[in-house]
């Protein structure tokens, strides 16, 4: 009896949670992964191209020969010297591996956040900078793009002289917005930048505009690739490449064997077979291309030019909209109430010849039902 009275008692789960778990980590929301089952998946940023079918027999054969019982090589050695190669990384550069980058970014952050340091930058992007700065500890700090979502360098370089981040992070090309900013305006301010800078090259293959031959050149730029935009999202392999001293600094807080087995050896296959990877990006390219002017000729929306493997583009009554779309089995990114220079806008992953036609028809017959325009 005395135990039940004891258990009925104690304080129910939510109050050890409120007890234990930091305030600003409680007022977080988590990263929401909308259910795509039974849509044409269009909301991010994946690669719509299966592998081959022989290409997979071989990744089949690759997985049943792995040494699941054993840990995978800690420091990633051979994959290493592939990536050197494959992303073309300076002599005298160092790599080192995230499982994703997002989990470079946290790195990163980490080593970063000492009492009362800032990480820089600029708005709308990435949403995981700011919210990895506040896990971490960190205060994140804002610099709004210009109307047309380009680099105010001034701006930025006020920031930093008022804030002297200890970090700084620019995605190139953008996320959300997909364009590339102006590449002397983002050397300014590597060169008067106060800290640390990372420019995030995730949509690298669509862009192909890139600082990575340009690391030598400067003492406090670090640059990140990934291979997910490439059509390799299921393995979580990010990458950063820098001077040692930097990554010698990030490697103390990598946590052991982050690399699983699986992911090392599936990616040292697929980087002997880039050509497909590379022609893969070619026609998401193209498919680019042809989606632009397929949406440019539907009346009542508003398209951003983009650089990497989305568009982004503004439609009245965007939320009604992106119900409409998913009610015809489209599922595109609502970016609309997540920041405030994003209002009416959606952005769609580019896909295959046929989803991007599905999903123009279904735009146009969405814009239509809403009344937000005509094709």
Not at 32 to 38: N, R
Not at 42 to 67: K, Q
Not at 289 to 303: N, P, V
Request: glycine share 8%; with cysteine; hydrophobic share 45%.
């Amino acid at each position: 009896m005395m135990n039940m009275v004891e258990s009925s008692a104690a304080p129910d789960v939510q109050d050890w949670v409120t007890s234990v778990v930091r305030e600003d980590i409680r007022a977080l929301a988590s990263y929401h992964v909308p259910d795509s089952s039974g849509m044409i998946k269009l909301d991010a940023m994946e690669n719509p191209y299966p592998l081959p079918e022989a290409v997979r027999r071989e990744i089949g054969d690759i997985a049943a020969g792995a040494e699941l019982n054993r840990y995978p090589d800690a420091d990633a050695r051979e994959l290493k010297g592939l990536l050197r190669q494959a992303m073309a990384v300076p002599p005298g550069m160092d790599l080192l591996l995230g499982n994703g980058s997002d989990e470079i970014i946290q790195l990163l952050a980490q080593v970063c956040a000492r009492p009362g340091a800032v990480m820089l930058g600029v708005e709308p992007s990435f949403v995981m900078f700011p919210m990895i700065a506040k896990v971490c500890g960190l205060r994140f700090v804002g610099v709004p793009l210009a109307p047309d979502f380009g680099l105010d360098a001034d701006a930025v370089l006020a920031a930093m002289a008022q804030h002297r981040p200890a970090v700084s992070f620019f995605a190139y090309p953008n996320n959300p917005t997909g364009n590339l900013f102006d590449a002397d305006a983002l050397e300014r301010i590597v060169r008067n930048a106060s800290g640390l800078v990372i420019i995030d090259e995730a949509y690298h293959p669509f862009a192909r505009a890139s600082f990575m031959a340009r690391l030598p050149e400067f003492p406090n730029l670090l640059v990140m690739r990934t291979l997910s935009k490439l059509g390799l999202a299921g393995l979580r392999l990010g990458l950063i490449a820098g001077r040692p001293e930097w990554l010698a600094e990030l490697d103390k807080v990598r946590l052991p064997y982050n690399l699983n087995v699986l992911t090392q050896r599936v990616a040292l296959h697929m980087l002997s077979r880039a050509d497909i990877l590379d022609a893969q990006a070619q026609a998401i390219r193209d498919g680019r291309t042809l989606l632009s002017a397929g949406m440019s000729r539907i009346a009542g929306i508003q398209i951003y030019p983009s650089d990497a493997n989305f568009i982004l583009f503004r439609a009245p009554g965007a939320e009604r909209v992106f119900e409409a779309l998913k009610r015809r089995r489209i599922l595109i990114k609502k970016l609309t109430g997540s920041h405030p220079a994003l209002r009416d806008c959606l952005r769609v992953t580019v896909g295959t010849p046929e989803q991007n036609e599905a999903f123009l028809g279904a735009l146009s017959a969405s814009l239509q039902e809403v009344g937000a325009g005509h094709a």
